[in-house]
Every structure is written in C-alpha cells, then in structure tokens.
C-alpha cells in the first residue's frame, strides 16, 4: 500500500468576496505541480457560494463534472435543455463530452451554500454530453457507506463514463469500516468532510485527504463522530 497525504492546511484558496473558493489540486491562479490530480481526479474545489451569487454560463469539453452540494442548493441550467436545484443530500453529474454551456448559482438569496465541484477525466472522450442527478438523502444510514456514483448503468446509482465509484457515509466514533478497491488497478482518494479518521497510521481531520493506491483494500478507523466520501478511480 502507497499513500500520499493532502492536509487541509496545504489547499490552495482563492477569496473573491462573493466565492470562497478550497481547491485539493491545481486550478485557476492556483498552481503546484505536486498536486495536479490523484490518477484520473483531476479537480476537487470545496466552494462557499455567497446567496445569489454563482457561476454564469462557461463552456466544458471532455470532463465528467459532479456536484454534491454540502449545504444549500445550486440552481443548474445547461445548453442541452436542463434546469433545476440541487440540494444538500443530492447529487448531480454531467458528461460533458464534445462540449456543454451550463451555469450554477446558489438557490438561495438569504444564506450561502457550500458545494463540492469535482472534475474526473472521462474514460471515453468526444462522447454526446449528458445530465443526471439523484437524490439519496432517503438512503444515507448512520454506519454505512452509499455508493453515489458508479461505472454500472443502475436505478440506485448516477452512472459516470469512467470506471470510478463514489461512495459516502456517516459513522459514529470507534467504527471500523474495510473497503474494498472497486476495480483492478484503481487507488482511492478519501476526503473528510467532518471529524477525524485513521487510514494505516494517518491521522484525518476535517477536510484532510489520503491517496490510497497499490492496494486492493483499506481500513478506516473513526477517531470521532465523522462523514468522508471516497473516490476510487483509476491511477493509469
């Protein structure tokens, strides 16, 4: 087992008034060749949108784009025709493919949101472009891990055109949890989005990450009551 460990404190930051912007890996006027994807993530911005304020209409070529917003709700509207919110406990993912326009502005016009925009190179390129989103908060158990997202077309997962898997889950303090790498030759990139963790001896806080690969699974002990999502994706 390799691992790479991504501090919290070692993010880069872009504060522009109405976006508080956390980036896990170079994007924008923020650049480090050390951390410019863990395989096939290529983008993971922990974003605080101010009310009414978002991202106008821009162009994506070529990327599967996923939103899972933590707080709050963004408002989605794109050049193939979709529109619509999506809240805290869903997820939303977009193949952008031979190219897509699409705008995100926080729903609410009285408090902030605060949202994950993560970026995976695809697997296929030049593919047609494609929306789906999906609620879970019907399915989240304390204890256990939800698969979110997966390479298998399924009513119960968004499907995404790469052999990755996302997976969530709130545990209490003191839980073991063995996971399994879901395919052959992936690592595993696990994010702490509240209280603290230990992969093989690495102590997680809150918004730390570890880069787990050349390993077919891993244990995760919780330190304290806590929520992380995984991403297993591929390395090569």
């Avoid at 304390?142 to 997976?167: G, M, R, V, Y």
């Avoid at 709130?170 to 073991?176: L, N, P, R, V, Y």
């Avoid at 690495?202 to 699974?217: E, F, H, I, P």
């Amino acid at each position: 087992m390799k691992t790479i460990f991504y501090p919290e404190s070692e993010r880069g930051h872009n504060d522009i008034g109405w976006l508080k912007a956390n980036f896990s890996f170079s994007f924008a006027s923020y650049y480090n060749p050390e951390k410019m994807n863990f395989g096939a993530l290529r983008v993971l911005n922990d974003d605080i949108i101010a009310a009414g304020r978002g991202f106008g209409s821009h162009p994506h070529d070529n990327m599967e784009i996923i939103t899972i917003p933590l707080k709050g709700g963004l408002e989605h509207k794109d050049s193939m025709g979709n529109t619509g919110v999506v809240n805290a406990g869903e997820v939303q993912v977009m193949s952008a493919g031979t190219g897509v326009y699409h705008s995100e502005y926080n729903a609410s016009h009285k408090e902030a949101a605060n949202t994950l925009q993560i970026w995976l190179c695809p697997k296929e390129r030049n593919i047609q472009p494609r929306y789906d989103q999906m609620s879970f908060k019907e399915r989240f158990k304390l204890n256990e891990l939800t698969t979110l997202i997966s390479p298998q077309k399924s009513k119960d997962t968004l499907w995404i055109n790469q052999d990755a898997t996302f997976s969530m889950g709130k545990f209490e303090a003191g839980q073991t949890i063995n996971y399994d790498i879901k395919t052959k030759g992936n690592g595993a990139y696990i994010f702490v989005l509240d209280g603290a963790a230990k992969i093989n001896s690495q102590v997680l806080n809150k918004k730390d990450a570890l880069g787990v690969y050349d390993t077919s699974s891993l244990t995760i002990i919780t330190e304290e009551p806590s929520r992380f999502l995984i991403i297993d994706v591929p390395m090569s």
